[in-house]
């Protein structure tokens, strides 16, 4: 461990809903370069904790740094240009645009062309369109969707489109991607997809959390799991530790499950 | 698709015929067809921009083009202001306007946003009816006399139909032009990306705000200006200049090809402004007209002519290796 | 300016609200249950008033029949009017049925107007004259028959939504439509009957007022305005919040209207309309729908 500042710091977040309390001061770390998990059963406030540190849904309570700058309570927008994106799991993508376009559209409030340039056909302009579309293109051949980089993202399937988000999340250079129910509803064959490309990416230096239901998934990519229920954070560390701990297995994973895990299945 | 080059061509021959028009012929049933034409390919531009591009559905777009009327008539006939002037200051107090009630409303939602645009045109339409004192009421300011404007070196007495249909087809290129650079830059992509997914493009760093209010403040600011030059055509100013007859007009060009198509919207323009006279139907046929299309839209084709004609292109993409890996 | 006065315009005025109400509350109703803004709404107001006019002087009908005619023909319309049209829109989008509804609202009044021309009319019938007179107070017979109906269409309406069992179905899918979905309310049917009724109480209100203003094919426009307002500073999707809303709107304008020109009134409506939106969008008593 090293002693530098950690890459997001989220600290006592705390979201209600008419009574129910989703998320209950949570608080935890994230160091450069992870790849971590966060997992719990329905119900447990994974997706509202994405939504609050994206900004698309107000937290009641705590606050949350990324590399050092507040993001507390700013507005979606501002905190995706901050660095921290993310993808949503209601999969979404401009069905109308191309999947390139699609890339392009996520750079561009990113790449320091301001409003006047815009409207222009000068150099700044032209050479942040050229760079923004050759990155669009590695990232769609990293994803494995080059040959459909002309073709109208409507034509994609779900898993593919769940590919094209996760690229779209990454066209700004983000420091921090936050990948919401990324393999679920998707088959096997492209989960491994994803996976490979989780990992090509962290490789590249991205961090990442990952929120999801499919344990399996959760627990052979990532170093590190969070596990949720019922709003509050019960466990925090690497997978082996997460498989064992008794409080995770009864909350969570139900008698059967916490057996086959005993057994050491992936 | 054709080349580039090829369609700069024949964009500007086609401006070129627009312009020989009037000394082609003098018949001012044509020139009236012309500034018709012109003035509406304006006005559903810009309704294009908001709601086409933006996907804002907005019924404001009349009461910025009788503000810009309104205050060019006063300040002309009061002011002793020469014409650009009057209807430069037409566009800008509608564009300001437009910036106050998108700001007001959008931050709460498009439904929000859709009623108070509606009763925004309304309010404006019993104003100018009502507070007699500034827009002399119902009868309005008539006898606007004939504009000079002041270009330099060269004053332009505009007291033939001709003049009118130079000025104002002169502005409707411009407007058209400043529309297109818009669309087609990346202003007009990040527009799109709000109305086809605005949480998407949250998530992307776009504010969604801002570029409504720049969409609205546009369309409204072109608006006001051909409202300012409009009504020295008709030579007075008067409550109709909001009539809801010019928001149907409009809604119908930009739906019939299809909200968001930049040609599209501008070909509807120039036919549904010739077509009604020529097929000689009385105002309130024509309007049956229009909202039958407007049913028939929405029922069967949301899209307009155009988007059903690009979901039939998209069938080329649909080949069986496309089935999930 | 004595207090037989002001009650004189209270009187008017709650009469005018009343109806307004009956307009507004099935707006209101439309809105809550399908999520749709009904611009034909006014047209049907005034096709109510028409066909009361024709029933009335062309046919000599009695005001009674008359109104229960063209109630049951609106009602009649409203059922049409969904399954022909609304029943494909659900879950279209808002801009589709703004846009379905204005399309209407086109055919429908301009087509009032070539067929019948924008000259008013007048019921007039014997009953026109006889005025009631309590002390101070004079009403027209047929101001207090229009305050009576409206009365008894609010008590019907009352019991439908808070007596049976369809009428809780209509509220509980204007409430939240995922949880009266997934208790099994066939979304169709609670829809069809929401929109029957709201034409219906349309098509009644014009039929209400027909004896007492002109009637003429354009009088929906602007009454389908002051709608939307009404249910806006009511509180969208809130029916009740509707109906005092617009009583108290009624009430405002005519004694407002008694010293100023009422077409101030107007302008101050829509103004209160849009500051509402502004400062509470929830409108004053809160909404069943997020606006």
């Known amino acids: 461990m090293t002693a530098t500042r950690a890459l997001l710091e989220v600290r006592g977040l705390t979201k209600r809903y008419l009574g129910v309390t989703a998320v209950d001061d949570v608080a935890f770390e994230v160091e450069a370069g992870a790849v971590v998990g966060l997992i719990g059963p329905n119900g447990s406030g994974k997706s509202t904790i994405v939504d609050c540190l994206s900004g698309f849904q107000p937290a009641d309570e705590g606050?949350?740094?990324?590399?050092?700058?507040e993001l507390t309570g700013r507005p979606g927008h501002l905190i995706a240009r901050a660095g921290l994106t993310r993808t949503f799991q209601t999969v979404r993508a401009y069905d109308?645009?191309?999947?390139?376009?699609?890339?392009?559209?996520?750079a561009q409030e990113s790449d320091g062309v301001g409003w006047l340039q815009a409207l222009g056909r000068g150099a700044r302009l032209r050479a942040a369109e050229a760079a923004s579309a050759a990155r669009g293109r590695d990232l769609l051949a990293t994803v494995g969707l080059a040959e459909y980089a002309a073709a109208p993202a409507a034509i994609l399937s779900y898993g593919q489109r769940k590919l094209l988000a996760i690229a779209a999340a990454m066209m700004a250079r983000p420091k921090l991607v936050?990948?919401?129910?990324?393999?679920?509803g998707v088959n096997p064959t492209m989960i491994r997809r994803v996976e490979q490309v989780i990992h090509q990416l962290n490789a590249e230096g991205v961090t990442l959390v990952i929120v999801e239901h499919n344990v399996d998934f959760i627990m052979s990519l990532c170093r590190r799991v969070i596990v949720l229920v019922a709003g509050r954070k019960i466990a925090d560390g690497p997978p082996s530790?997460?498989?064992?701990?008794?409080?995770?297995?009864?909350?969570y994973l139900g008698p059967a499950r916490a057996a086959e895990l005993g057994h050491g299945h992936p | 698709m054709t080349p580039g080059w090829l369609r700069a061509l024949l964009v500007l021959l086609g401006i070129a015929a627009l312009f020989a028009v009037p000394r082609l012929t003098g018949n001012e049933y044509v020139l009236a067809l012309g500034v018709s034409f012109a003035t509406f390919s304006v006005l559903s531009g810009g309704l294009n921009l908001v709601y086409g591009y933006t996907g804002l559905l907005s019924f404001a777009q009349v009461g910025f083009f009788g503000i810009g009327g309104y205050t060019a008539a006063l300040l002309v006939t009061e002011g002793g202001w020469p014409l650009w002037a009057g209807a430069a200051s037409g566009g800008m107090l509608a564009a300001l306007v437009g910036l106050v009630i998108g700001y007001s409303s959008l931050r709460l939602s498009r439904h929000a946003f859709a009623i108070v645009s509606l009763?925004?045109?309304?309010l404006c339409m019993i104003v100018a009816r009502d507070w007699v004192s500034l827009t002399r009421g119902a009868m309005g300011i008539p006898g606007l006399p004939v504009p000079v404007l002041d270009l330099p070196g060269l004053p332009w007495r505009l007291s033939r139909p001709a003049d009118f249909y130079y000025l104002l087809m002169g502005f409707a290129v411009i407007a058209q032009a400043v529309i297109y650079v818009v669309v087609t830059s990346?202003?007009?992509r990040a527009m799109q990306a709000v109305k086809l997914n605005e949480a998407l493009a949250q998530s992307q760093g776009i504010d969604p705000l801002r570029y409504k209010l720049l969409a609205l403040a546009l369309s409204a600011l072109l608006a006001g200006i051909v409202g300012g030059f409009f009504v020295f055509y008709l030579t007075i100013v008067d409550p109709s200049i909001f009539d809801f007859y010019y928001t149907e007009t409009m809604l119908i060009m930009v739906i019939i090809w299809g909200p968001g198509s930049f040609w599209g919207v501008l070909g509807a323009s120039a036919v549904l402004a010739a077509l009604p006279d020529l097929l000689r139907f009385t105002t309130d046929l024509r309007m049956v007209l229009y909202g039958a299309v407007l049913i028939a839209a929405m029922l069967v084709f949301p899209g307009g002519v155009g988007g059903w004609l690009r979901r039939r292109h998209l069938r080329r993409w649909r080949r069986p290796s496309l089935a999930a890996p | 300016m004595d207090a037989g006065f002001y009650l004189q315009l209270l009187l008017n005025g709650m009469v005018i609200g009343v109806i307004y109400a009956l307009v507004a509350m099935g707006l209101s109703l439309i809105f809550g249950v399908l999520e749709i803004v009904n611009f034909a709404h006014g047209e049907f107001y005034m096709l109510g008033a028409m066909l009361a006019y024709f029933l009335t002087m062309n046919m000599g009908l009695g005001y009674w029949p008359t109104v229960g005619v063209v109630t049951a023909v609106a009602v009649g319309l409203g059922y049409v009017l969904y399954e022909a049209l609304l029943a494909s829109l659900q879950g279209g989008g808002f801009e589709r049925s703004i846009l379905l509804t204005l399309g209407l609202s086109m055919v429908l009044q301009n087509g009032a107007v070539f067929l019948f021309t924008t000259t008013p009319r007048m019921v007039q019938t014997p009953q026109s004259y006889t005025n009631i007179v309590v002390g101070d107070l004079r009403v027209t017979l047929m101001r207090v028959f229009a305050l009576a109906l409206g009365l008894l269409a609010f008590a019907a309406l009352y019991l439908i939504l808070y007596r049976t069992r369809v009428g809780k179905a209509m509220r509980g899918v204007a409430q939240n439509?995922?949880?009266?979905?997934?208790?099994?309310?066939?979304?169709?049917?609670?829809?069809r009957l929401a929109v029957a009724i709201g034409i219906g109480l349309s098509g009644l209100a014009g039929a209400a007022l027909a004896p007492v203003y002109a009637v003429h094919p354009l009088m929906g426009f602007s009454f389908v305005f002051k709608a939307f307002a009404i249910i806006i500073i009511g509180g969208l999707g809130n029916i009740a919040g509707a109906a005092v809303a617009a009583v108290a709107l009624g009430m405002l304008e005519s004694v407002i209207g008694g010293f100023l020109p009422l077409v101030m009134v107007d302008a101050l409506v829509f103004s209160s309309m849009i500051a509402m939106l502004l400062v509470r969008p929830q409108g004053l008593f809160g909404s069943g729908v997020r606006v």
Do not use: Q
Not at chain 1, 63 to 69: M, N, S, V
Not at chain 1, 241 to 251: H, N, Q, T, Y
């Open chain 1, 96 to 106: 109308e645009l191309t999947l390139l376009d699609n890339l392009r559209v996520a």
């Open chain 1, 241 to 251: 530790l997460i498989r064992s701990d008794p409080r995770v297995l009864a909350a």
């Open chain 1, 63 to 69: 606050r949350w740094l990324l590399d050092g700058h």
């Open chain 2, 119 to 122: 009763s925004f045109a309304f």
């Open chain 2, 186 to 188: 990346r202003l007009g």
């Open chain 3, 177 to 191: 439509r995922d949880a009266a979905l997934m208790v099994g309310i066939d979304p169709r049917a609670v829809s």
């Open chain 1, 178 to 184: 936050v990948l919401d129910e990324p393999v679920a």
